[in-house]
């Protein structure tokens, strides 16, 4: 019996050709006689347009149309609002062109389409628009007060949304505490910076009436219905594919974006394919970006250290509009208990309209900004109760023995009550603590600090519920020539390694190699029914639906190929390609079975001749088909989670605080981390090392400068400071396997894990490193060296 | 992202060169182009013409003579940044082009082009600075040499007048015996600096040189801190009212990746690392 795929540290199928630049990404689809696009995009974060004079434009040589909100048909209307909630009122989406006002720095307020780029940007610079510059106020905290210069005149003190949710008794609870801790926690405003920026090619075949549109989204089922609405065209006569896509992040999740929608509609109209590839600057004034929060966050608490009640109160800058809905808000707010028993809960949170580019969900969705808000203020509790940083933590972490933990009350993003479902925390906490040998590091903390060296000790807890519904599925079919396996689902890949992890386990269930089994997705023609890759999500939904898919194939192929080598079902064994009468030598290929269950005419090839109608085999009585058979070894089902599956993990970190630069050094980085059942730890490793490093560019380097008129004052790489390999510590990464109960597979999503804790763990670290300097913790990330320096000087 | 048009040309001399640039006053020198390229994409220069430099005879080449390490105009960073000769003939060089941005860029970008493109926060400006070094310049009106001291103006200005080319750049040879060190601090490895020191500390003719950048419109060189230290000597009170005197020269305005205050406890920690380095090497 050949070993188990699943759990296996298979090399990633698709890695050879990314390495070898054979990927095809948007930008690499050949499109003859194709047309470009460049923006015309508001220079004011707030201002009315008085008019727009594309008449220069319109004339350049190469030019073919010059769109503005008043030829673009149906398309000038205000965006879906994605995810309704009752929480907003008179929720404000963005037009694909402006039309009267413009809300930030970057939207778009007319689109060129021209022969090339190069001529498109010389033509956007002729259009001529004439504005009158409004009052704008970027501060999160002054822009609620009243007199502030509002985004939208609907909304008094630019409140887009507001929402209390109570869990448990905190009345009660807060009367009988002995102790309260209240901080104040910031994290400041951040974005994806994939790789690859976004990019959307269309071509319209007037013959057919077809549209096919390359988009490098995370959900081209969800862009396909969308077109089709909005466009006005059958769904089956829209293709969405997303091809190599560059990385993800959430920033390619949120649709519409203006050029997703005009793109296709100019290719339409003009009847030649266009195509718009998105330049670095653009993604930074123009796709949706994430991260400022501002909470106040308190815990009541017994002298012993028990928390008894959390209070957290917040403010969510949700940028110019609000296509996402509150969901970023709404999973910080519900994953601000962490993984601690805390009974009762009253959390609130304000969204807040800013003259920015919109906020929508970013790897980590409100988590990151959660588990710095409670982990900072557990820091400051166990400081406050003269405490250990992990006896707090021991003392308040839910028990194995408490699972399912709800939180009545809090609803996630899934709408459905927050449950968390398992885990070891005791156990991974007790992990940390040997693997950083905490026992031992005061003394070399003293003894550092004695040679004048400044070490400190950081480490955080977060939770993260993972694969949120409604559903998605599976299709799976063996090919009858190749006895190759062809695997579907509705999901895209952004490099997460879905084609390994997919086919390891089908080929456990079909006994093909992990390389036989070919993934097809990000194609709506390759399925056609599901969601999008979001939400720490594939591995569990789609990877329990073909999962489902896979077992209904091997039932088939066993009761076909018992069939045909006159064995019973139960004597069959699938190995190697083939199905084995077991402890026997008698086999049939797994395309010899695939083409027998398929009844042909044709004898094409030597396996076809024994499925013919005239096959001794094949002879029976009655039609070939039984009634409800279907031919061929194939199968679709459906997997849909009960709610989401909470994944957790504890990180780390030794470092050293230089006073005299300001500058800090990861010593060390342990993180000890449980999604479930593993499907390949190499893969997870991957997505937790990637997390991680995301979340040292949250912690101490990337953050989207505005200045007061709001202009984005480091859109570019130079300024806005994504770490390189060389600031990313060594990780050392330790798994425990704890099952979701919750699905057939037991896994958990992996996703956005890594970046959740890092911030927290980096500011613990240099409190600690910091301590004999008497400052005022770290509550405010990143933290850059001007912040070390106020807190060493004490300026 | 892309460049409005302009004029390309390549010539084949430096006569050529010069007469082309001469000939049209929006014309700019290409060499490496690992700024100029990024500024033309984003539309932050618009050049009517260019005049690429990279294949006129006679620009390539690092030699050694007469107490100078004379860098040719194409020659690129990573070729300087490995030169045997070079490093023999002073050290501080190699050790502060491995802080010039990356190698694949260093492989692409040459020493010169920094040099004029005089972002005040380059190393190599600061460099040349500190080892009291020059540029020559050609032009229609012939040939100059400017000394570093004078080239510099402010960021992302110089001397040179739009119809010279600068051909080569004049490194001095270390002192012999004399010490050298390069320190910097920079949020991510390769990017400008916050600040950045180059110190040479010759302790037979008790000659110290000591310059900075990423503190001011320009590359500076520190002499009141050179003073206190050629004066008190190199011991550790004098190294420190020497860092101490350093945060005078900033006057860099707070930004985004600093403040002013922290640039001046910044330079002073780094001038103090700097002329301990260096005085630890001398012989």
Redesign the interface.
Known sequence: MSTRAFGSRIQRNIDPQLLRGEGSFVDDIPLANALHVAFVRSPFARARINSIDVTAACTHPGVAAVYTCDNIGDLDLELPLLIPHSSMTDARTQRPLARGDVYYVGQTVAMVVAVDRYTAEDAAALVDVDYDPLEVEIDLEKAILDGSPLVHPTHPNNIAAHLVQVSGNPDRAIAEAEHVTRVRVQVDRSTAAAMECRAVAAIFDRVTGELTVWDGTQAPLSVRGGLASILNIDEDKVRVIAPNVGGGFGQKVLLFYPDELLVPFAARHLGRPVKYIEDRRENFVGSTQERTQIHTIELYAKKTGEVLALRDSFLHDTGAFIPYGIAVAQVASTSIAGPYRIPNIWVEFKAVYTPTVPVTPYRGCGRPHACFAIERAMDQLADDLGLDRFEIRRRNLIGDDEFPKLREGLLFADGLPVSLDSGQYHKALEMLHDKLDVANFAAEQQKAREAGRHLGLGMAFYVEGTGLGPYEGGHIKIHPITGKVYVNTGLTSQGQGHDTVFAQIVSDQLGVKVEDVILVEGDTKAFDWGVATFASRAAVVSGNAIHKSALIVRNKTLTAAANMLEASADDIELRDGAAWVKGTDRQVSLAAVATATNPLRYAFNESAKAATQFAPASRHDGPALGEGQAPGLEATDYYSPPCATWAYGVHGAILEVDPEICSVKVRRYVCIHDCGNMINPMIVEGQVMGGIAQGIGGAMYERIEFDTDGNMINANFVDFLVPYATEVPQVEILHLETPSPLNPLGVKGVGEAGCIPVGAVIASGIDDALRPFGAAPFQHIPITPSMIYAAVTGG | ?????FEYRAPRSLKDAIALLAGDSGAMVLAGGQSLIPALN??LASPSRLVDIQHIEGLKGISVQDGRIVVKAMTRHRQLELSEAAHRANPLIREAMAHVAHVPIRNRGTVVGSLCHADAAAEMPMVLLATDGSVVAEGPRGRREIAAEDFFQFHMTTTREPDEIITEARFSVLPAGAGWAFEE?T??????A?AAVAAIVDRTSGHVSLAACGISSRPVRLRQSEEIIAKGGLVPDVLKAAGEAAKEAVTAPDD????T??RR??LA??V??AVEKAASRTK
């Not at chain 2, 992202?1 to 048009?5: C, D, F, H, N, R």
């Not at chain 2, 949020?187 to 400008?192: F, K, M, S, T």
């Open positions: 992202m892309k460049p409005p048009l984003m539309r601090f949020r991510r490895h390769g990017d400008y916050i985004m990746h600093a403040s205050d922290y406890h910044l920690g780094l103090r690392r």
